[in-house]
C-alpha cells in the first residue's frame, strides 16, 4: 500500500509541474537557448528606463534576427526581431516602428504591449527578469 501510495505522490508533483503558460514555439523561429544582461545604466540601453520605448539588440547569441526589448511601463517585455509568420529571409527583420514591430515581407504590424497582431503566429516572445539596473532576457 506505500508504494502505491508513493507511486501516486510521485505521479501527482510530476505533472503538476507548470511552465507558468509561456509557450514560445514557432514554425518559422528556431529555439535558441540563450541569456543575454542590459545594464539600463549604460547610453545604449538608457531608452529602455523611459516607458513606452524599445531598443532592438542583434549579438550573436540571439539568434540570427535579433531581439526587441520594450518597456510597458509596468514591466519589460522581449521579442524575437523575425516576422513570425514568414521563413527566415532577407525582408524577415521586425523593424521598429513607435509601439509596433513591422514585417517588411508582408507589412504585418505586431504590438510590443502584447505581440499580437492579425496573422496566426504572435511575436515570439522571450522571459525578462529585472535585478536593480540589471536586465536578464532568456529563453
Known sequence: MKKIISLFLISLLFF???????????????????????????????????????????GP???????????????YNAFDAACP????SSCSTLT?????VVCPCDDEEYSLFTGLGKSKYPLKQ??????????????
Do not use: H, M
Open 16 to 58: 503538476s509541474c507548470s511552465d507558468d503558460g509561456f509557450n514560445n514555439n514557432n514554425p518559422y523561429i528556431p529555439n535558441y537557448n540563450f541569456s543575454v544582461t542590459f545594464n539600463l545604466s549604460l547610453p545604449q540601453y538608457s531608452n529602455l528606463t523611459t516607458p513606452v520605448n524599445a531598443v532592438y539588440y542583434s
Open 61 to 75: 547569441e540571439v539568434g540570427p534576427k535579433g531581439i526587441y526589448v520594450f518597456n510597458t511601463g509596468s514591466g
Open 85 to 88: 509568420n514568414q521563413p527566415l
Open 96 to 100: 521598429l516602428d513607435g509601439i509596433n
Open 126 to 139: 522571450y522571459r525578462v527578469e529585472k535585478s536593480g539596473n540589471i536586465l536578464r532576457i532568456y529563453n
